[in-house]
């Protein structure tokens, strides 16, 4: 082969590859600027030019007055697997869509007997972020619906699981609690703040807590333990403020201890 022949043929086979390339290539796609659904979410009720991938589900939508979360990474690999190319050049790394759902008229048909609550997509141990893709609606018997059942995902997400929970188990608040800002040792400072009265100490934490937790902490001299609350990092409060701060962190709780007094 002359070496005319033989450029001729390398180009020939590139012009192919890219060919074959451009054919793998996902097809350009836009976020909507008002995402909503029904009952599922799919790639056409999040993308402009979603084209035959429009029906592909992507997760269950919101009850009615609700928003769902998606992880927008998550998004982006169903998209590009469906053969859809989203360029995030935002940095996304939530998708909000709010509900289309109609209201279940009460007393009629399933909706009396059944609800729609916040569940766990996948199980979870003791100390884990919940992150989007954690969550997801479901259908339950009514009856099983935790009274302290959070509405939306964003009250939950980025908090983390106190207790293992599974998938498909509704979830509670009573499970969840905001990310540790003090760690089992850690060195704190323990304040007292009441009637004109101002007192900080340090004391060592006998264990890990969130804002509004209750933690066991010890004096390093005296090596008295009291029960003081978390309050920021490395930081908590005994008291009057110390019930404060508890029931602004766990509303729920704390109606439902009034509730059964």
Not at 39 to 56: E, H, K, N, Y
């Amino acid at each position: 082969m002359t070496r005319r022949a033989s450029i001729i043929a390398w180009l020939i086979g590139a012009a192919v590859a890219l060919q074959s390339v451009s054919a793998f290539a996902g097809a350009p796609v836009t976020l909507k600027r008002d995402l909503a659904s029904g009952p599922q979410i799919t790639l056409g009720d999040l993308f402009d030019g979603a084209g035959a991938s429009a029906s592909v589900v992507v997760g269950n939508g919101a009850p009615v007055g609700l928003n769902a979360v998606l992880d927008a990474g998550v998004v982006e690999r169903i998209a590009h697997s469906n053969g859809l190319d989203w360029n995030n050049d935002s940095g996304i790394r939530r998708i909000i869509v709010r509900s289309l759902s109609v209201a279940p008229v009460a007393g009629t048909g399933r909706g009396s007997q059944t609800a729609q609550v916040l569940s766990y997509a996948h199980n979870l141990m003791a100390g884990e972020l919940i992150k989007p893709d954690d969550l997801t609606f479901s259908e339950i018997p009514a009856f099983q619906a935790p009274q302290d059942a959070p509405r939306d995902a964003n009250d939950v997400i980025g908090k983390i699981a106190r207790v293992p929970v599974r998938a498909g188990a509704p979830v509670s608040t009573r499970d969840i609690s905001n990310a540790q800002v003090i760690k089992r040792g850690d060195l704190i400072e323990v304040a007292y703040h009441a009637d004109g009265i101002s007192l900080v100490l340090q004391a060592n934490a006998m264990s890990g807590a969130a804002v509004g937790d209750t933690l066991n902490v010890m004096n390093p001299s005296s090596k008295k333990v009291i029960q003081a609350v978390a309050v920021g990092p490395d930081q908590a409060v005994v008291g009057p403020e110390a019930a404060q701060i508890k029931a602004a962190a766990y509303p729920n709780l704390s109606s439902q201890l009034a509730d059964n007094r």
